[in-house]
């Protein structure tokens, strides 16, 4: 659980001790349900980069059905790149190597799988593979 999330749940729990609000145990259960996973995909130098890390197109693994939400920044100084799954139907908008971000929220289908991603404009160097376990 995020500190983000956690924090939620303090105020919640707080405001019905006081009285302040009704809710039921299974909407709290929901809120926790409904917790996403956070990664950062960075385009530079005709690559992409998840999470600070080092490697080039690294391959992206997810869990059956969970909850992302990709932030894409395209840091490549003069040159236009996207995020795309092009099997899961999902892109972001061409965007400006000025840092310019787009958000992307999703869940992960249920079936374990392999697929790509990609940048529509450099497939040939901007591609890496996507698997749910």
């Known amino acids: 659980m995020t500190v983000k999330r956690k924090r939620h749940l303090l105020l919640v729990i707080a405001a019905l001790l006081t009285g302040t609000v009704?809710?039921?145990?299974?909407?709290?259960?929901a809120v926790d349900s409904e917790a996403e996973r956070e990664l950062t995909i960075v385009a530079r130098q005709m690559a992409f980069y998840v999470n600070g890390n080092l490697q080039p197109?690294?391959?992206?693994?997810?869990?059956?059905?969970?909850?992302?939400?990709?932030?894409?920044?395209?840091?490549?100084?003069?040159?236009?790149?996207?995020?795309?799954?092009?099997?899961?139907?999902?892109?972001?908008?061409?965007?400006?190597?000025?840092g310019s971000s787009e958000r992307l929220l999703f869940q992960v289908p249920l079936e374990p799988a392999k697929t790509d991603y990609t940048c529509s404009i450099h497939p040939t160097m901007m591609t890496g593979q996507v698997r749910i376990r």
């Open 22 to 29: 009704t809710l039921s145990l299974r909407t709290l259960r």
């Open 57 to 98: 197109n690294p391959s992206i693994v997810f869990l059956p059905g969970e909850q992302i939400a990709i932030e894409f920044i395209n840091r490549d100084r003069g040159v236009v790149h996207n995020f795309v799954i092009p099997a899961w139907n999902l892109r972001t908008d061409l965007l400006k190597g000025d």
